[in-house]
């Protein structure tokens, strides 16, 4: 047997480092080539900007909202997650898929759908719903809406992992209501933190919604530096500095919130866990569940409606954006997986570097997308890197870079369901690090980690914020597509073309979902 | 355990495939990049008539409403080190101007603008007008009474119609030329005042024109400021709106031709070929036909129910003058609406 290339005891601080560099490449290279080029030419600009009693204001709106849309997503949330996750409500698993497609969907396109439900000319729609929906607490509440589903999806897997007998025991001592109440929700807690830090991340960063329904958010003032007439990169990247501060709170009370515990085995265990009796109750419940979770689809459902004749229309408008959406989503997805694997189980055995990756991944989530935008254009626009920035890799760089967060989480809780002295026995054994993930890691988690792959895939396709501003000439997403045809394209096309959108995020997400369900028969 | 690896395995090699097949390294191909801030819905159809016509494969980026003509002429702004466009296909003549001073515009007087009249076009060729928009009122019939029509923009800072107003962004698109024009015709300061009037009046800040358009429409509010071809679309859609050509006893409408810019990007041969295109009295009659702009070339006629430029008083403007303003006026506009 040859000498090992790599020592083994350098393997895995060697692939992090590999990792590290690439998620370093696409997240943060661009801001600080953007950062140098802007502080150097515009310092007093950047102090005006950050000095300014508005940029205070705007700044707390966006966290009032942010936490707004945090708390009501909780609030629909958890209670549904524990009906959907354990309770023995009919239909159940049905009520959790279709409660959970929304949020694969682009949050201004639900916007667009409500205004079809509540707009002065809305199917309910008057003077009053209108005035409602174009407000801060319109926007809360369509956000909350849209993003609730995090919450419910993470709470009803989190429980799902709980061990039975720990209900069983609290059953004996107390109905159902205080088995839910004091085992099931505390141990729901770090499903429960996770879902806050990312619903809040999500809302912060969001332009489309507020733009559309007249709602003064933060990042549009920093879209604003980047699609005015004075073109003013220095002050937008200043304007990100205190998300640097946001994202670092964030982390930290997700981190005490869910203290050592990991939250879930994303479906890892096999066995049935019976559901929670409710008894007389369960058919009120039923009701209220499936109310609850079906609410979200009906901007989906008004879109449709809308649509109409639009769908004829479709050939001539739709192009080849979709097959432009689904490969820099697969590109990114996958980008983003292999980033995460050595990451993510940085992350989760606590492991040098693991935290600070986790955290620039976090940072890159919430940092304005127009930013980002503008640094992939000051970093890839070159000649060297010509083939990268005029082809859809750029996108997919753009969507790596935005969403590695969700995918390295995911890997890092999946990573986290096993218990270390697997890796501990192989390595006494003399299996290197590499080994250890080839054949014990990956083959063990392979389901897990195809949901994290899974899940970044369907924020990438939903995604518009990062993919607008630098996508290549003539090769758009249809989410692109949708937004420049969106204010003055027929309303019946636009409206077609977002069903086009619900189509493909679900064909996706069946797909996906498939593929994990037949992995586990 | 095998058949997952080789259909993993097919699927990124058919991604790595897809990833590089939509530009790739740059394209020997004949091709030409056009950014365009015209509507797709009537940008995209001229273009793809002279891909048919012509076998060069044109590769679009369109603007969003939100940011429209200054989301990608800051793409372009941006992309200088390494330009992309070959041409910009403008909504208004203005923007243009800023591409020219940081040196990205290749003058060229195409053969095909000389018929547009010399007060759209730069005696250089930095850039040739074509088919012209106006900044026009869409009023809605059924909460506004003929008797109370209104006749000037001033009209939206009258209380009689508190919070059932409606103008764009001024920060982005075709709102900032025309508070610019104004500045330019009134001063900074008178701007100011009749912004705060509006602002006191309740003006709603739509996200774009098409918004105004759609708030009008749908009777949010009673009438906005828009543009000709979003008063257009929404009387083809059967909206109760009234169009009225504002200040035509005073300062005159403000009229927007759109411009066709040669830039320094790397099909210059093509790109100079589509410049010829789209200032062909073919692509303005297309413009004005289906997005019932203004005709400036004599051998256009108009669409029925849209006045040629000239036939309507047009407010005097030097469109380099509105260039500056535009720009000088950017940080106060953004402090008017909070951002």
């Known amino acids: ?521 | 355990m095998r058949r997952w690896r080789a259909a993993g395995g097919a699927a990124l090699a058919a991604t790595l495939l897809g990833l590089l097949a939509g530009g790739g390294c740059r394209s020997k191909a004949r091709e030409v990049v056009v950014y365009a801030s015209i509507d797709q819905v009537f940008a995209e159809p001229i273009l793809k008539e002279y891909e048919r016509r012509s076998g060069v494969k044109v590769r679009a980026v369109f603007d969003t409403e939100e940011t429209k003509s200054t989301g990608v002429l800051n793409r372009i702004v941006a992309e200088a080190k390494s330009p992309q466009a070959d041409v910009f296909w403008s909504g208004d003549p203005v923007r243009p101007f800023l591409l020219v001073r940081k040196g990205l515009v290749q003058p060229y007087r195409s053969p095909a603008a000389a018929p547009v009249p010399a007060a759209y076009r730069a005696q250089d060729g930095s850039w040739t007008g074509g088919a012209a928009r106006a900044r026009l009122l869409l009023v809605n019939r059924k909460l506004v009474p003929a008797s109370e029509m209104p006749r000037s923009v001033r009209d939206l800072a009258n209380p009689r119609w508190k919070g059932e107003i409606a103008i764009a962004n001024p920060v982005f698109g075709t709102t900032t030329m025309h508070v610019a024009a104004l500045a330019t015709a009134w001063g900074d300061e008178e701007l100011f005042a009749f912004l705060r009037a509006l602002k006191d009046n309740g003006v709603r800040v739509a996200s774009s024109n098409g918004e105004v358009k759609r708030l009008v429409a749908t009777g949010e509010v009673a009438f906005g400021l828009a543009d000709t071809d979003d008063a257009a679309e929404a009387v083809k859609d059967g909206a109760p709106i009234e169009v009225v050509y504002p200040d035509q006893d005073g300062l005159g409408t403000l009229v927007m031709p759109t411009a066709v810019v040669l830039l320094t990007g790397p099909h210059a041969e093509e790109g100079r070929k589509l410049v010829d295109y789209l200032l062909s009295p073919e692509a303005e009659g297309r413009l004005v036909a289906e997005a019932a702009h203004h005709p400036l070339r004599p051998d256009v006629p108009a669409a029925p129910g849209v006045k040629r430029v000239g036939e309507f008083r047009a407010m005097a403007v030097e469109y380099a003058k509105v260039a500056e303003a535009m720009e000088r006026l950017q940080p106060r506009l953004r402090e008017w609406a909070g951002l």
């Open chain 1, 1 to 521: 047997m040859g000498r090992a290339l790599v020592p083994r005891r350098l393997e895995q601080p060697l692939l992090l480092g590999a990792a590290g560099a690439l998620l370093t490449m696409v997240a943060l290279v661009p801001l600080l080539a953007l950062a140098g080029e802007a502080f150097a030419a515009n310092l007093a600009g950047v102090a005006r900007t950050l000095g300014a009693a508005r940029t205070w204001e705007l700044f707390g709106s966006s966290l009032a909202l942010a936490a707004s849309v945090t708390v009501l997503a909780l609030l629909v949330g958890l209670p549904l997650g524990l009906l959907l996750g354990r309770a023995d409500v009919s239909g159940r698993n049905t009520a959790l898929w279709l409660h959970a497609f929304p949020l694969f969907l682009p949050p201004f396109l639900l916007a667009l759908g409500w205004f079809h439900v509540f707009g002065r000319t809305g199917v309910l729609g008057n003077a009053g719903t209108a005035a409602a929906l174009f407000s801060p607490i319109g926007a809360a509440i369509v956000l909350a809406l849209a993003l609730a589903p995090v919450v419910t999806l993470l709470v009803a897997v989190a429980l799902q992992a709980v061990d039975p007998s720990l209900e069983e025991a609290a059953l004996i001592a107390g109905g159902p209501w205080r088995t839910a109440t004091r085992i099931l929700l505390p141990l729901s807690r770090p499903a429960v933190a996770l879902g806050a830090l990312v619903v809040f991340s999500l809302v912060f960063s969001e332009l489309g919604v507020p733009m559309f329904l007249r709602v003064g958010v933060y990042p549009a003032m920093v879209f604003a530096r980047l699609g005015g007439v004075d073109y003013a990169p220095g002050e937008a990247v200043a304007l990100s500095l205190p998300l640097v501060a946001v994202s670092t709170v964030l982390l930290l009370a997700e981190r005490r919130a869910a203290g050592r515990r990991s939250f879930a085995a994303l479906g890892l265990r096999t066995r049935e866990v019976p559901a929670l009796a409710l008894g007389r109750w369960r058919g009120a419940a039923t009701g209220a569940a499936w109310a609850l979770a079906v609410l979200p689809l009906a901007p989906v459902a008004a879109l449709a409606w809308r649509a109409g004749t639009g769908f004829r229309e479709l050939p001539r408008w739709l192009g080849a954006s979709p097959v432009n959406s689904l490969v820099s989503t697969l590109a990114a997805a996958t980008f983003t997986l292999l980033v995460a694997v050595p990451v993510g189980h940085a992350a989760a055995r606590g492991l040098r570097g693991g935290a600070g990756l986790d955290a620039l991944a976090v940072l890159a989530f919430l940092t304005p997308a127009s930013v980002l935008g503008a640094g992939l254009i000051g970093a890839w626009n070159r000649p060297a890197t010509e083939a990268v920035y005029a082809s859809l890799a750029v996108v997919a760089v753009a969507l790596a870079a935005r969403y590695a967060a969700i995918g390295l989480r995911t890997a890092a809780v999946v990573f986290a369901q096993s218990p270390p002295h697997l890796e501990e026995a192989a390595a006494v054994s003399g299996a290197g690090f590499l080994r250890r993930l080839g054949r014990i890691l990956i083959p063990i988690h392979a389901r897990g980690l195809g949901a994290a792959w899974l899940l970044t895939a369907l924020f990438c396709l939903r995604d518009l914020e990062a993919a607008v501003l630098i996508y290549p000439a003539g090769s758009e997403p249809l989410t692109v597509r949708i937004f420049t045809l969106e204010a003055n394209g027929p309303p019946a096309v636009v409206a077609a073309l977002a069903c086009s959108q619900v189509a493909l995020s679900a064909g996706v997400l069946a797909l996906g979902a498939l593929a994990l369900l037949r992995r586990r028969a």
